[in-house]
């Protein structure tokens, strides 16, 4: 429902909503723009009243009116507008030709932008905004917080953009269990004062409860003497009238499992050497390709929508060969790749055990079942249909087909766009322990500052690497496109506090990598140790069935007796050994969790 009940798409059951008069409330048209006019154009006609007042001002013969009329338009800035408009669609990516170009040409994603673009330009009272940055590229989600920050009007965002909740917003209105709570500030400032709510309401439940526990002893004790009736009968009353503090429900969220590279491979894991890519012999979308990609490269793909960095991704990923050049490692290296239109390819009448049984066909089904766990798809979501399952559910879905068989290269276009707050940190989480070479695209600020360390910029028919950081690449988009007309001096900050929190966020993690490294090590070796051991005894186990063995050589049966049972003590000490290095590795991994989400 989000904000339906507030823009009028949706009646209240109960209750009423009372807006002022005067007030204008605009929402996202769920219709994009189509047909021949030209963007601008129809960007400018959804200003019905100047578009009313400019027509009445070529016929109006009456000079009073038409005085009104240029006074109007003047109060409206009218004369302003389409400088105002080619602004606005500047900043969510639309160039001089594009802004000419007919509705009708434009893509799904792109329309969206165009009537994103409509109610900005229209500058409503109150500017209801459900996920606006789903149909952006970093650079437009960028300009957007910078331009919403600034905004002289009321805004109502629904958004799980981290980011764009920290800069764009001053209060969080959390809908929880049906009620809504408002808190101050951004969203990093909503997430400390929750915390300290709920620890605060924890203390108070159990001295709650302690004195719960002390009046009902009372009473247990002292309600049959006569003696202490009515004191019994005050503190039964006193015991019902006290109104318990609910207990912390907390919505735990799912980890993401990502299984790490089976068999870990030299530098470079693919190197391009002057390569070119697209889908025509003689139209190249990129040229001159010279990167290479190794084992511990973070990388995030950045770059306008629609100039190739899906392609670019669909090359590394072997979707699509190189029209020139060549690509050196592209056999030996398993790639995962994950798309968001590979959620419409996801048959509606399948389950997510259908899927898992065509890559585990001789397991069992417990076994199945225990590694659809570990996606998040507990008895009551494995045998769902994806018809069924919510945009998030279907995302992890993919995800895990993508990194089944632990990916060298993981390639992750938008993975963020149907997952919550919680659910985009877990997939962090799930990043900064993954030993692969991720490679990111996204329009989530904080996905990409907090799991990329090297940043790659698709532009102009080629891929470059970028020497800054996401806060000076922010700064060269917000000056290419335009900041806003509205300044104010914050509006400039370039948030250099939360970079460097978010480079020690990169560190700490990879310290944490570095130092979990040798525990898994040693957790991975006692497995591999107990693998050979049971495979030896299981040999020997096969001698050992055969009756006519102890008739034909009763010394090499007593041999064979012998040398399993030092192979079933070493299998024992073995699984001693992997026992103390999983718990080694498990307490020092909750104990870098539990610092991280310090």
């Known amino acids: 429902m989000r904000v339906k009940i507030i823009s009028g798409d949706l009646a209240p059951d109960a209750g009423s909503i009372a807006v002022p008069r005067s007030a204008r409330i605009g929402h996202v048209a769920q219709e994009a723009p189509g047909g021949d006019v030209s963007l601008i154009a129809w960007v400018l006609a959804a200003d019905t009243e100047r578009a009313q007042l400019l027509d009445e001002a070529e016929h109006a013969h009456d000079a009073h009116r038409i005085a009104d009329i240029h006074e109007r338009l003047n109060d409206i800035g009218a004369h302003a507008a389409p400088a105002r408009t080619a602004q606005i669609l500047a900043g969510l990516g639309f160039d001089e030709n594009a802004q000419q170009r007919p509705c009708g040409t434009l893509s799904g994603g792109w329309r969206m932008r165009a009537a994103l673009a409509a109610i900005l330009f229209l500058e409503p009272d109150v500017l ?9 590229d970093l650079e437009g989600t960028l300009w957007l917080e910078n331009y919403l920050r600034t905004y002289p009007h009321t805004i109502l965002i629904v958004s799980h953009d981290r980011d764009l909740l920290n800069g764009a917003v001053n209060s969080i209105l959390h809908l929880e269990r049906g009620k809504l709570t408002l808190y101050s500030g951004g969203y990093d400032d909503f997430e400390e004062a929750r915390r300290e709510k709920q620890r605060l309401e924890l203390k108070l439940k159990k001295k709650q409860d302690e004195e719960r526990r002390r009046i009902q002893a009372f009473i247990d004790r002292f309600k049959a003497k006569a003696t202490k009736a009515a004191q019994a009968q005050s503190r039964i009353k006193a015991l019902a009238k006290m109104q318990p503090i609910a207990a912390q429900l907390e919505d735990r969220v799912a980890p993401f499992h990502l299984p790490q590279p089976a068999k870990p491979l030299a530098s470079p894991l693919l190197r391009l050497e002057n390569a070119a890519v697209g889908y025509a012999p003689n139209s190249p979308v990129l040229q001159e390709l010279s990167l290479r990609i190794d084992q511990d490269d973070r990388i995030a793909l950045l770059g306008q929508n629609g100039n190739g960095k899906s392609t670019f991704a669909k090359l590394i990923a072997g979707k699509i060969k190189p029209l020139s050049g060549k690509v050196y490692g592209a056999k030996r ?35 199945r079942c225990t590694r659809l766990g570990t996606y998040g798809f507990g008895a009551d979501k494995a045998y769902t249909k994806c018809a069924n399952l919510s945009g998030g559910e279907k995302a992890r879905l993919l995800l895990a087909l993508a990194t089944f068989r632990g990916p060298h290269i993981l390639i992750l276009d938008e993975p963020s766009n149907h997952l919550d707050i919680d659910s985009r940190e877990a997939l962090v989480h799930a990043l900064t322990e993954y030993e692969g070479a991720p490679i990111l695209i996204s329009h989530d600020r904080h996905l990409v500052e907090a799991c990329a360390d090297r940043l790659w910029v698709v532009r102009n028919g080629t891929v470059n690497t970028y020497d800054g950081d996401i806060g000076s690449y922010r700064a060269e988009i917000l000056a290419e496109r335009g900041a806003g007309t509205r300044q104010r001096s914050k509006a400039n900050d370039l948030g250099i506090s939360a970079r460097k929190a978010r480079a020690e966020q990169r560190r700490d993690s990879a310290n944490r990598r570095a130092g979990l490294a040798p525990l898994k090590k040693e957790m991975q070796m006692a497995e591999k140790t107990i ?14 069935a055969d009756p006519t063995l102890y008739q034909r050589d009763a010394a090499r049966a007593q041999a064979v007796n012998i040398e399993r049972g030092q192979h079933t003590k070493r299998l ?5 050994a992997w026992l103390l290095a999983s718990e080694a590795y498990e307490r020092a991994a909750h104990e870098s969790s539990s610092a991280q989400e310090t």
């Open 333 to 367: 290296v398993d790639v995962g790749y994950f798309a968001q239109h590979q959620l419409d390819e996801l048959k509606p009448q399948a389950t997510p055990y259908d899927y898992i049984l065509k890559l585990m066909p001789d397991a069992t089904e417990a076994q």
């Open 572 to 576: 024992a000490e073995a699984e001693e």
């Open 531 to 544: 693998e050979r051991i049971t495979g030896e005894i299981a040999k020997l186990d096969k001698l050992l």
């Open 128 to 136: 209801l905004l459900d996920e606006p940055t789903n149909y952006l």
